[in-house]
């Protein structure tokens, strides 16, 4: 008894719509990552600290780390460069790979030349999460900083 | 995204059983890692097995893949499609050993190029079939065979998985895989998995179909027809 097994092949032009919704789309979480690349540290001191004497309450952090804006700079010029992106396409931090054409060997492609560009490896488990250039650049700054205490 | 899985998978009514299924009765999830599935009710009483699909697209293409009873992977790509990086320094990067060597010794770019989306296609379609997504699956952890005239082949890569902290436990070996060429101008992989307990697998065939389809408006088989050149 043959295996059951079929093909539908549908001309995409037909199917625009369908092909968008087909990309895979990961949720963002990089809802934060609209502030620009500054690192933020900010803490609460009470007006008894202030006057010289110590504060009970441990103080509160609140620390924004996103990646540098040279980075995110730069992992735009590789994908304008791998998709052959013309100068009028527009990127933005929250750009998906997909959203900008990107296939599947688009994106191994992105990450081997940003691999080359950060001098880092990027494991699979990664790659798999990295879907739009802000999430690639920050990933990109954790890998390159990973080895190096965070500054005081 | 599933409004438009559900309309390629809906149009498709090419099962061979005389089953009576309302294609419109299909819902739809994700399994644990990220790939669509049918959600098939186990009182599915009319349809004996359950059925798998699973969707592939290029810039002017897309395909969906539907098997009864086994996990279903395709890929396709353009036949000519040109990459940023050279053929080998991607191979080296993605692939095992064993098939940079066999990519390295073609010499004519234009072949080397080709045999390269082969490749990539066939471990595509793998990874998907199984279903855990790229990580579960790491290109070069398993090994795709293609030698002319036989049977598409594929073995985890022994060394990296001795090597690695996970192993390659999530790796089998028993998939089958169907490699055809698009009106000449993509290349197809389709991966299922290998059903035979243990009979001479070249005798059993895939069974392998291909419909064109405008969804909704028309269907065409052109498997058999020039459009569809089995590869293996």
New interface residues.
């Given amino acids: 008894m043959?295996?059951?097994?079929?093909?539908?092949?549908?001309?995409?032009?037909?199917?625009t719509?369908?092909?968008a919704?087909?990309?895979?789309?990961a949720p963002s979480w990089n809802k934060g990552s609209r502030i620009s690349g500054r690192k933020l540290v900010s803490m609460r001191t009470t007006a008894m600290a202030r006057s010289g004497l110590v504060s009970l309450r441990p103080p509160r952090f609140r620390v924004f780390c996103v990646a540098k804006p040279e980075t995110v700079g730069k992992v735009m010029q590789i994908v304008q460069?791998?998709l052959a992106l013309g100068d009028d396409v527009k990127l933005a931090p929250e750009s998906k790979f997909t959203e900008l054409?990107a296939?599947?060997?688009d994106t191994?492609?992105i990450v081997?030349?940003l691999e080359e560009e950060f001098k880092i490896t990027v494991?699979?488990?990664n790659?798999?999460s990295i879907t739009t250039i802000q999430e690639a650049a920050d990933l990109i700054d954790k890998l390159v900083v990973g080895d190096s205490p965070p500054p005081a | 995204m599933l409004a438009s899985v559900s309309s390629l998978v809906q149009t498709n009514k090419r099962l061979d059983t005389d089953a009576n299924i309302d294609p419109r009765s299909f819902e739809f999830k994700k399994n644990k890692f990220g790939k669509p599935e049918i959600l098939w009710q186990s009182d599915e009483s009319s349809m004996e097995w359950p059925l798998h699909f699973n969707i592939s697209h290029t810039s002017s293409l897309i395909a969906c893949g539907i098997a009864m009873d086994t996990p279903i992977g395709i890929d396709v790509e353009e036949k000519k499609r040109k990459t940023v990086k050279s053929i080998l320094s991607l191979a080296r990067r993605y692939f095992t050993p064993s098939e940079v060597d066999y990519l390295a010794k073609i010499s004519d770019s234009d072949a080397q190029q080709k045999e390269f989306i082969k490749l990539w296609t066939l471990k595509e379609a793998y990874v998907k079939a199984l279903g855990r997504g790229f990580s579960g699956a790491p290109f070069n952890r398993f090994s795709i065979q293609l030698e002319t005239n036989s049977r598409i082949q594929i073995s985890k890569a022994a060394k990296v998985c001795n090597d690695s902290a996970s192993g390659c436990d999530y790796l089998s070996e028993n998939w089958r895989f169907a490699l055809a060429e698009l009106n000449s101008s993509y290349y197809m992989s389709v991966c299922i998995e290998d059903n035979s307990r243990g009979f001479e697998n070249d005798s059993v065939p895939l069974g392998l179909k291909v419909w064109k389809t405008i969804p909704f408006i028309e269907d065409t088989l052109v498997s058999g027809t020039d459009a569809v050149k089995l590869i293996t």
């Fill in positions: 043959a295996t059951q097994l079929s093909v539908v092949v549908s001309a995409k032009l037909v199917c719509a369908a092909a919704a087909v990309a895979a789309s460069k791998q054409g296939d599947s060997l191994v492609e081997m030349a494991e699979e488990d790659a798999q």
